[in-house]
């Protein structure tokens, strides 16, 4: 029982630390890896600015929700290599939170406040998830990454058409997202029953909403 106790207790320390490097810390990472790094800033009037501020802070709400998501279903998962790809996916999504936070910074803008508690939330979802068995935890990832490539093409569409920086950003994640949805079809991943799909719609709408402007 004491063993018992003691890994649990370590699992949560763990998944705190996790959390709070996701949220609180500033990530680590390399400015030379970001992509479109070298190309000149566009000038931007303040208003293209401001929304160029909220769109990437949507980008970078969306990668805690992500790191989130995939610790919880890794927290439960059944297979070991299931576990490792979780793990491998969450460490992706880490640099895609690093470029996200640059080019906040580039813009003297803040991530959105409201991070912990989309944090908390997803990692629960992710946990959900992971309790009806691998399949379906991978169908979560299917989904998620699915609607994540739509609103990257959105916001792709929405920019500067001199804003090289930005757009090669958002393109290296969303050719990285599509990569990760296909990973997780082609180790079994199930497609997720309708409403659930309309339910995490319907929470990434809130989401978007929310952290564009706080």
């Not at 890994?7 to 990472?29: H, I, T, Y």
Request: charged fraction near 25%.
């Amino acid at each position: 029982m004491r063993h018992s106790n003691s890994s649990l207790g370590e699992k949560f320390c763990l998944e705190l630390d996790r959390m709070l490097n996701v949220v609180a810390n500033k990530p680590n990472g390399d400015s030379a890896s970001i992509p479109g790094h070298d190309t000149t800033e566009t000038h931007l009037t303040e208003s293209e600015k401001k929304h160029l501020a909220g769109l990437m802070r949507i980008n970078h709400t969306g990668e805690v929700c992500a790191q989130a998501l995939y610790f919880g279903q890794a927290l439960l998962a059944r297979d070991a290599d299931t576990k490792k790809q979780l793990l491998h996916a969450a460490q992706e999504e880490q640099e895609h939170l690093y470029w996200c936070h640059q080019r906040l910074q580039d813009l003297n803008e803040r991530p959105s406040y409201l991070n912990p508690i989309w944090y908390v939330s997803s990692f629960a979802l992710g946990l959900g998830a992971a309790a009806f068995g691998d399949p379906v935890s991978y169908g979560f990832v299917m989904e998620t990454e699915k609607q994540v490539e739509s609103h990257l093409q959105e916001h792709i569409e929405q920019l500067n058409v001199a804003d090289h920086k930005s757009r090669a950003i958002l393109e290296q994640m969303q050719a990285d997202e599509i990569r990760h949805g296909q990973a997780a079809k082609d180790a079994g991943g199930v497609e997720l029953p309708q409403p659930i799909k309309w339910t995490m719609t319907l929470m990434s709408n809130i989401m978007k909403k929310l952290a564009y402007r706080i």
